[in-house]
């Protein structure tokens, strides 16, 4: 199959062979864009399902290879951990046949080699989404909403006209009494603050349309996930003197904090 140009009819006919976990990973890993093969495993080969974790492994290893071969995903050269890690380093993007079995519309996707900056942003939103799905599986709080990006950006008429609001994530959590909807940012502590301070200054300018209260009832809280406690402090400072955010709008976590704020610990 690689190189060859594929008919509509044979796509359908690997659709068709195709299992519904198989589905599942081209589909998880076409919505988050970039995926690493610890968390495509994590998500979709269960140890309860195995005999032991590592006959998890070694099927999520011959799965992901099938995939591969078959051009649903594509493997980059860029890894995670080193190539000492083997093929849990492995990195996972959607293939061009992917996108025609997903029948995802728009131009057909070529690959290319992501950078590191990308890789690494990309993954630690993958990673969160993850944690969140794999806590919600073993709580009592549900994963109603899942936007990555492009699906969770807002566009709308700023006072110098449209904008664009870009968030990483959006996500709708639920437990008996509340729902929690959240904008993320995922900070790797690679912009200066003041370009974080802006964002959340475009957060408030759409905050102020309406737009959403009206959708849905309510604006969603801003969390900012980043690296580590001194950046989430010098973060929280910033905001907190800012006169101009509503009081309450922005919450600020470290990687580890963030699926128990996102769930309401705070």
């Given at each position: 199959?690689?190189?060859?140009?594929?008919?509509?009819?044979?796509?359908?006919?690997?659709?068709?062979?195709?299992?519904?976990?198989?589905?599942?990973?081209?589909?998880?890993?076409?919505?988050?864009?970039?995926?690493?093969?610890?968390?495509?495993?994590?998500?979709?080969?269960?140890?309860?399902?195995?005999?032991?974790?590592?006959?998890?492994?070694?099927?999520?290893?011959?799965?992901?290879?099938?995939?591969?071969?078959?051009?649903?995903?594509?493997?980059?050269?860029?890894?995670?951990?080193?190539?000492?890690?083997?093929?849990?380093?492995?990195l996972?993007?959607?293939?061009?046949?992917?996108?025609?079995?997903?029948?995802?519309?728009?131009?057909?996707?070529?690959?290319?080699?992501?950078?590191?900056?990308?890789?690494?942003?990309?993954?630690?939103?993958?990673?969160?989404?993850?944690?969140?799905?794999?806590?919600?599986?073993?709580?009592?709080?549900?994963?109603?909403?899942?936007?990555?990006?492009?699906?969770?950006?807002?566009?709308?008429?700023?006072?110098?006209?449209?904008?664009?609001?870009?968030?990483?994530?959006?996500?709708?959590?639920?437990?008996?009494?509340?729902?929690f909807?959240?904008?993320?940012?995922?900070?790797?502590g690679?912009?200066?603050?003041?370009?974080?301070?802006?964002?959340?200054?475009?957060?408030?300018?759409?905050?102020?349309?309406?737009?959403?209260?009206?959708?849905?009832?309510?604006?969603?809280?801003?969390?900012?996930?980043?690296?580590?406690a001194?950046?989430?402090e010098?973060?929280?400072?910033?905001v907190?003197?800012?006169?101009?955010?509503?009081?309450?709008?922005?919450?600020?976590a470290?990687?580890n904090?963030?699926?128990?704020?996102?769930?309401?610990?705070?």
């Amino acid at each position: 199959m690689r190189g060859e140009r594929m008919t509509t009819k044979a796509i359908q006919a690997l659709r068709n062979r195709l299992s519904s976990r198989d589905l599942a990973i081209v589909g998880q890993v076409a919505e988050l864009r970039l995926m690493s093969a610890i968390q495509i495993q994590a998500l979709l080969f269960s140890p309860a399902e195995h005999e032991s974790d590592l006959a998890a492994a070694r099927s999520a290893r011959r799965v992901l290879e099938r995939l591969v071969r078959d051009r649903l995903l594509v493997r980059p050269d860029r890894r995670v951990g080193g190539v000492r890690a083997g093929s849990a380093s492995y990195l996972y993007t959607l293939g061009e046949i992917g996108q025609r079995v997903l029948a995802l519309g728009g131009p057909r996707r070529r690959f290319r080699e992501p950078s590191m900056t990308f890789a690494d942003h990309t993954l630690a939103v993958s990673q969160l989404v993850v944690d969140l799905i794999l806590v919600a599986r073993a709580s009592a709080i549900e994963v109603d909403d899942v936007q990555p990006e492009p699906a969770c950006w807002r566009r709308f008429a700023g006072p110098l006209g449209f904008v664009v609001l870009r968030p990483d994530l959006f996500v709708a959590l639920g437990t008996k009494e509340y729902e929690f909807r959240w904008f993320i940012e995922v900070d790797r502590g690679t912009e200066h603050l003041p370009t974080l301070m802006a964002k959340c200054r475009i957060y408030d300018l759409y905050y102020r349309t309406g737009i959403e209260q009206r959708a849905h009832g309510v604006f969603p809280r801003v969390c900012w996930v980043v690296p580590d406690a001194e950046r989430a402090e010098a973060l929280r400072e910033r905001v907190a003197g800012d006169d101009r955010l509503p009081r309450g709008l922005f919450a600020v976590a470290t990687a580890n904090e963030a699926v128990d704020t996102l769930g309401g610990g705070s």
